[in-house]
C-alpha cells in the first residue's frame, strides 16, 4: 500500500517524516510515498484539496492520510470544513492540538525532562487548566511549554522547538496515550491489512486459475 501525508503544519510533518514513524509503515508494509505541509488549516479547504491529492498521487500515493488539529471544533466540523473524499482520504483529527501526542507519551517526554506527564500534574505549581486526560486539555502546548520552561537547558520552548526534542529523542506514536494517536495507528493497521487480504486474494484466484488450466490440459 502506497500512501502519502498531508500535514497542517511543521510538527505533523515532522511526525510522520521520522525515523520511528517510517519503521511503524514498514513493519505493515506501508510505502510512505511522501509529506505536503500545507503550513495552516487555512489551507486545507475544499477548494485546495484536488491540488494537494494531485501532488501526492503524482509520488506514487494511492491513499492520503490528512492530518490537523481540531482547535476549539468538534470532530464534525472538522470534517465539514475539510470535506475529505473517503474514496481517496482518509482524515485524522488531533484533539486540540497535536502537542497531545507527546504530552502523552511518557517514555519519550521522560528521556527529555525526567518526568512523566502525571508526576507533572502531581507536583506542578502552575497549574494551567491540568486535566489527567490530555485531550481534556484546552490546548497540550501550554503544558508542555511550562515543563520545559521548569528546566534551564531548553532554550526553545517553541511549538517547533518541543517538535525537535521529541523527535530527536526517538518520539514513537506507538507509546502516546491518548485516542487519536491510537486512532491513527488503527487506520494505518486497518488500510494494511485490507492490501493484505487483496493481496491473498489475488493470489489464491492466480492459483486456482493455474489448476483449473492445469487439469483442463491433463483431460486433453
Same mark, same amino acid.
Given at each position: 500500500?502506497?500512501? &502519502?501525508?498531508?500535514?497542517?503544519?511543521?510538527? @505533523?510533518?515532522?511526525?510522520?517524516?521520522?525515523?520511528?514513524?517510517?519503521? %511503524?509503515?514498514?513493519?505493515?508494509?506501508?510505502?510512505?510515498? &511522501?509529506?505536503?505541509?500545507?503550513?495552516?488549516?487555512?489551507?486545507? *479547504?475544499?477548494?485546495?484539496?484536488?491540488?494537494?491529492?494531485?501532488? %501526492?498521487?503524482?509520488? &506514487?500515493?494511492?491513499?492520503?492520510?490528512?492530518?490537523?488539529?481540531?482547535?476549539?471544533?468538534?470532530?464534525?466540523?472538522?470534517?465539514?470544513?475539510?470535506?475529505?473524499?473517503?474514496?481517496?482520504?482518509?482524515?485524522?483529527?488531533?484533539?486540540?492540538?497535536? @502537542?497531545?501526542?507527546? *504530552?502523552?507519551?511518557?517514555?519519550?517526554?521522560?528521556?527529555?525532562?525526567?518526568?512523566?506527564?502525571?508526576?507533572?500534574?502531581?507536583?506542578?505549581?502552575?497549574?494551567?487548566? %491540568?486535566?489527567?486526560?490530555?485531550?481534556? *486539555? &484546552?490546548?497540550?502546548?501550554?503544558?508542555?511549554?511550562?515543563?520545559?520552561? @521548569?528546566?534551564?537547558?531548553? *532554550?526553545?520552548?517553541?511549538? %517547533?522547538?518541543?517538535?525537535?526534542?521529541?523527535?530527536?529523542?526517538?518520539?514513537?506514536?506507538?507509546?502516546?496515550?491518548?485516542?487519536?494517536?491510537?486512532?491513527?495507528?488503527?487506520?494505518?493497521? @486497518?488500510?494494511?491489512?485490507?492490501?493484505?487480504?487483496?493481496?491473498?486474494?489475488?493470489?489464491?484466484?492466480?492459483?486456482?486459475?493455474?489448476?483449473?488450466?492445469?487439469?483442463?490440459?491433463?483431460?486433453?
Amino acid at each position: 500500500m502506497n500512501i &502519502g501525508f498531508l500535514c497542517e503544519g511543521q510538527t @505533523e510533518q515532522k511526525i510522520v517524516d521520522s525515523y520511528n514513524f517510517k519503521e %511503524l509503515l514498514k513493519n505493515l508494509k506501508i510505502t510512505h510515498c &511522501g509529506t505536503v505541509n500545507t503550513k495552516g488549516s487555512g489551507k486545507l *479547504l475544499p477548494k485546495f484539496l484536488p491540488t494537494y491529492t494531485k501532488q %501526492l498521487s503524482q509520488m &506514487g500515493a494511492w491513499k492520503i492520510f490528512i492530518i490537523t488539529d481540531s482547535d476549539k471544533n468538534t470532530k464534525k466540523q472538522v470534517y465539514e470544513k475539510i470535506c475529505p473524499d473517503e474514496k481517496k482520504h482518509i482524515l485524522i483529527i488531533s484533539i486540540k492540538k497535536v @502537542e497531545s501526542w507527546f *504530552l502523552s507519551n511518557d517514555v519519550t517526554l521522560k528521556a527529555i525532562t525526567g518526568i512523566t506527564y502525571a508526576k507533572f500534574i502531581q507536583e506542578s505549581k502552575n497549574r494551567r487548566n %491540568l486535566s489527567d486526560n490530555v485531550e481534556d *486539555l &484546552g490546548n497540550p502546548y501550554d503544558q508542555l511549554e511550562d515543563i520545559f520552561n @521548569e528546566n534551564p537547558d531548553f *532554550l526553545d520552548t517553541s511549538k %517547533l522547538g518541543i517538535a525537535n526534542e521529541f523527535i530527536k529523542h526517538n518520539f514513537d506514536i506507538r507509546n502516546s496515550n491518548c485516542n487519536s494517536a491510537k486512532y491513527f495507528i488503527k487506520k494505518l493497521e @486497518e488500510i494494511a491489512k485490507a492490501e493484505d487480504n487483496k493481496t491473498n486474494e489475488q493470489v489464491d484466484n492466480k492459483n486456482k486459475k493455474t489448476t483449473s488450466k492445469s487439469k483442463k490440459n491433463h483431460k486433453d
